[in-house]
């Protein structure tokens, strides 16, 4: 391990719980780490429940001036592949920007499109907020074969498939036409 980082700014170097050990030495490899809860559990304990709604959260956005992201009701390879690339477009664009202006963003580990909220109840993200508390988090929301979204009349999913634990802005300030974010997008000027 190098000497910048045994030494990020707002990281602890050791915990007592072998899960947030494990996921500070993530943070320290890699940049930040996802940590998925699915009815795959990797412990095999007796007491371990699995959730009603899969989901995933990163932990260390914060440290790259990004939010902490969640996404709820998809499998564990998927929300990982799903939180890191948002991770990676986040680095290029304003989150900001797409929470405010509610942006589509199209994700190549996903077929259809997604759009960020503010989470207002982050008590699932329980490895995030033993390490970074007062974190800001965002959810990945995804829309359903047909383009809507939970908040959309007609959204073709039932209510536990994607749990919602933030808030849709007003759209008051929403992109007509809606400005589509990609990996592949270059960065557009105002």
């Known amino acids: 391990m190098s000497d910048h980082a045994a030494a990020i700014r707002g990281l602890r170097r050791w915990h007592?719980?072998?899960?947030?050990?494990?996921?500070?030495?993530?943070?320290?490899?890699?940049?930040?780490?996802?940590?998925?809860?699915?009815?795959?559990?990797?412990?095999?304990?007796?007491?371990c429940h699995p959730p009603d709604c899969s989901f995933a959260y990163t932990s260390g956005m914060g440290l790259h001036s990004i939010p902490e992201l969640a996404v709820y009701g998809l499998d564990a390879w998927t929300?990982?592949?799903?939180?890191?690339?948002?991770?990676?477009?986040?680095?290029?664009?304003?989150?900001?920007?797409?929470?405010?202006?509610?942006?589509?963003?199209?994700?190549?580990?996903?077929?259809?499109?997604?759009?960020?909220?503010?989470?207002?109840?982050?008590?699932d993200l329980i490895v995030t907020n033993e390490l970074f508390p007062d974190a800001p988090a965002l959810q990945a929301v995804w829309a359903?074969?047909?383009?809507?979204?939970?908040w959309d009349e007609g959204y073709a999913r039932a209510e536990l498939d994607q749990k919602l634990a933030g808030v849709v802005g007003t759209g008051a300030?929403?992109?007509?036409?809606?400005?589509?974010?990609?990996?592949?997008t270059e960065r557009r000027r105002r």
């Open 16 to 47: 007592p719980n072998p899960l947030v050990q494990d996921t500070i030495n993530r943070i320290r490899v890699h940049g930040w780490a996802v940590t998925a809860i699915s009815e795959q559990c990797s412990c095999r304990s007796d007491e």
């Open 144 to 150: 359903d074969d047909f383009g809507r979204f939970p």
């Open 79 to 123: 929300s990982r592949e799903l939180l890191n690339e948002l991770g990676d477009i986040f680095h290029t664009y304003d989150w900001r920007d797409a929470v405010d202006r509610g942006v589509e963003i199209t994700v190549s580990s996903l077929e259809v499109p997604i759009r960020v909220v503010e989470m207002i109840d982050k008590d």
């Open 173 to 184: 300030e929403r992109v007509r036409p809606q400005r589509i974010i990609s990996r592949g």
